[in-house]
């Protein structure tokens, strides 16, 4: 049983694509157990509470030092039983020390096909005009591991998109996301069955 707990700076879409997999019974092995946020008006938080799921504001702003933030993190993952940590949208670096605690069971979700276009910086629309620019002809998101680099650990699943000539950043994004609704629940589903990580590729 994977007990998640899902990280998110923003409004939570993917945070409710998954939460609505668990609901329908798609996800049996996967339970959310906690979700934090550094944005205290973030909308993943509403969700979460909206759902009966225990949310925590915890922004590093908060606290006097850097090990203070961990440790208060690595606390909330301890109370809630947390064995697998989500990152959905989450634009904070994650602590090392989280990454080696959690060593092989951190993921994130990116909005292109990594190895291309990943990389410090590179999140957002920043990925997006990134393709356009190139002229790729095909786009899509990425499933990883996190590790110490960004956006280089083990990829889980990839999906792929069309680029058209006429996309534009804007439509790109809104195509990217529809797939990054269905890839992230199904990630998780192939994790929670022991059939990951290993790279994977659907279309």
């Not at 707990?5 to 879409?13: E, F, H, M």
């Not at 020390?97 to 979700?109: A, C």
């Not at 190139?134 to 786009?139: G, K, L, M, Q």
């Not at 996309?167 to 069955?193: G, M």
Request: proline share 5%.
């Amino acid at each position: 049983m994977l007990r998640i707990a899902v990280l998110g700076s923003g409004r939570g879409s993917n945070f409710q694509a998954i939460l609505s997999a668990v609901q329908s019974g798609a996800l049996p092995k996967v339970r959310i157990c906690l979700v934090i946020s550094n944005n205290s008006s973030a909308g993943i938080l509403e969700i979460a509470r909206s759902n009966g799921i225990p949310a925590l504001h915890l922004s590093q702003k908060a606290f006097a030092t850097e090990e203070d933030f961990l440790q208060a993190m690595l606390e909330a993952f301890r109370v809630h039983d947390v064995n697998f940590v989500v990152l959905a949208g989450y634009m904070k670096r994650v602590h090392p020390e989280v990454i080696r605690r959690f060593r092989g069971r951190i993921v994130n979700i990116h909005p292109a096909l990594l190895p291309k276009f990943g990389g410090q910086g590179m999140y957002g629309h920043h990925v997006h005009e990134a393709v356009i620019a190139a002229r790729e002809t095909v786009s899509g998101a990425t499933v990883h591991i996190v590790d110490e680099e960004y956006d280089r650990g083990p990829i889980v699943l990839q999906r792929t998109v069309e680029v058209s000539p006429a996309d534009t950043p804007e439509t790109l994004a809104a195509k990217v996301l529809t797939i990054e609704h269905e890839l992230y629940p199904d990630a998780l589903r192939l994790i929670a069955e022991g059939e990951t990580p290993r790279s994977q590729t659907s279309h």
